[in-house]
């Protein structure tokens, strides 16, 4: 598999520690507020990377982290804790905040058919892990105590810019947003491990600590349970491209510090998805989720099909229109499959089935080109081959997508519209194929007149009803 590797800004040859067998650990949700459709494009790319190694042989062992302590609202270790801000604002506990967020999420999560992780841990729960590493991390000399707060040193980290390949006297310049907090570090990045001078006096989860009443720091989280559960040698370290600075730079950082030898050799990042008005966020307030698009009459696998149509490392804009085109493109590749299910015909094909499988292979080692995977779906539907091998490979294709492709719909399809609607675009399609633009404009006409808008694309025509 040909992979992109933020941390050799290269695409790599993917080669595990273990011959067949792979270690990933993806960043999890703060569990302060409802996942925005952002931060799941981020889990929709991890799980078609777990799925994808699967497709090729490989034994995937993955861990993530739910971030139920320890977050602030800055990504430079400063502003408000993220968690408490969440528990203020409904009037709960933490705990009460982070275990409804925490079950909110692996909802979505089942609604997009991305597939728990085989480990998931809560961040307060492996304090005695971090206090280990911290002890070790001073002990070495990588941190110091400063004001009752434990702090890494990151003059003392190895090609500490190497992941973000930022400029380090730029990073100065730009660190000046919380000097309170800056006068007690040696260097405005240098991150907390172990805070015991909390600003909030409401801090609500404190553990005891060689260092006084206190909680960890965020990055010292998914270091700590990614050793404890993936062992010293982590194969891919995922996440979002906001987490590359600072969070997984002070992650390398801290855990190759406390294990003296490399950590993790590929470091792979979702691009962001967008909003018209630019960054998502979930501090923003009002937010785009899952449930928002359901209360619009969309399936909610439509969003995972939207995400699917472009790369992962390219940023994408979200907006109703193009999720609508989604939508269409969508119910009418079901309803191709569907026709195909319902009229299987014949022996399976071996040899097709091997061709398609291994097309299907291709595109997921070219760094997992899932719009490559969904033209092999289009491939195969348009091949002269029976559709009891068709299903087979739309079967195995399936078990990456993860787009119930054969499943019947659950949401209500105007099965009459749908078929008037392909019979037309099927009619201007022989029209344009003759050169009688004429008549093809006329069936476009009279297709928007029943406010049927129709797009050609590469995958084919497609078509929104407004
Ligand atoms: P959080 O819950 O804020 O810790 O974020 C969860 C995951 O979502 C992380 O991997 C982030 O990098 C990712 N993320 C945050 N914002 C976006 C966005 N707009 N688009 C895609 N991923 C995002
Ligand atoms: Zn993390």
């Known amino acids: 598999m040909r992979i992109y590797n933020t941390l050799t800004k290269k695409i790599e040859e993917f080669i595990p520690y273990d011959k067949n067998n792979v270690t990933l650990y993806t960043c999890g949700p703060t569990v302060y507020h409802f996942a925005h459709i952002g931060n799941l494009r981020t889990y929709i ?73 085989t480990i998931v841990e ?3 729960e492996q304090i005695d892990m971090y206090i280990k590493m911290i002890k070790k991390l001073l002990k070495e000399d990588y941190a110091y105590i400063s004001n009752g707060n434990v702090y890494f040193d990151i003059s003392k980290a190895k090609n500490y810019y190497q992941l973000s390949g930022k ?20 260097n405005p990045y240098d991150f907390g491990l172990w805070f015991t001078d909390s600003k909030f006096e409401n801090q609500a989860m404190r553990w005891d600590s060689p260092w006084g009443i206190g909680y960890p720091g965020w990055h010292i989280e998914c270091s700590g349970i990614s ?9 891919i370290h995922c996440g979002g491209v906001d987490n590359i600075f600072p969070h997984h730079t002070n992650e390398i950082a801290q855990s190759e510090a406390y294990l003296g030898h490399k950590w993790c050799n590929y470091w792979l990042h979702g691009e962001h998805l967008n909003d018209a008005t630019g960054k998502m966020s979930k501090s923003k307030g009002e937010f785009l989720t899952v449930s928002l698009l359901e209360s619009k009459g969309y399936d909610p696998l439509t969003y995972r099909f939207f995400c699917l149509q472009s790369h992962y490392r390219n940023q994408l804009v979200f907006s109703y229109d193009a999720l609508e085109i989604a939508n269409n493109t969508y119910v009418k590749l079901k309803n191709k499959i569907k026709k195909i299910k319902e009229n299987t015909n014949g022996d399976v094909d071996k040899k097709v089935i091997d061709i398609y499988q291994t097309k299907f292979k291709e595109a997921i080692e070219n760094d997992l080109n899932t719009s490559l995977m969904l033209t092999c779906l289009y491939d ?34 105007n099965q009459e519209l749908v078929n008037y609607i392909e019979e037309q675009v099927e009619k201007r399609n022989l029209a344009k194929q003759d050169k009688n633009y004429e008549l093809a404009d006329k069936i476009r006409k009279e297709l928007e007149e029943k406010n049927i808008i129709i797009k050609d694309t590469r995958e084919g025509t497609i078509y929104e009803v407004r």
Request: proline share 1%.
């Open 122 to 124: 809560k961040a307060s």
């Open 167 to 186: 400029n380090p006297d730029e990073l100065i310049i730009g660190a000046r947003d919380d000097v309170e907090l800056d006068k007690y570090k040696r």
């Open 227 to 235: 050793i404890k559960y993936l062992g010293e040698h982590l194969d």
């Open 45 to 117: 790319f991890e799980d078609i990377l777990e799925k994808g190694l699967e497709y090729l042989g490989y034994k995937v062992k993955r861990c993530m982290n739910i971030t139920d302590v320890g977050h602030m609202s800055s990504d430079a270790d400063t502003g408000e804790d993220k968690m408490i801000k969440g528990a203020i604002r409904e009037n709960k506990t933490v705990y009460e905040i982070a275990d409804f967020y925490t079950k909110a999420f692996f909802d979505d999560c089942k609604k997009l058919n991305i597939q728990r992780p």
């Open 380 to 413: 195969i539907l348009k091949e002269n081959v029976n559709n009891t091998t068709k299903l087979e490979i739309i079967k195995s294709y399936d078990q990456v997508l993860s787009l119930d492709l054969l499943k019947d719909k659950t949401k209500e399809v």
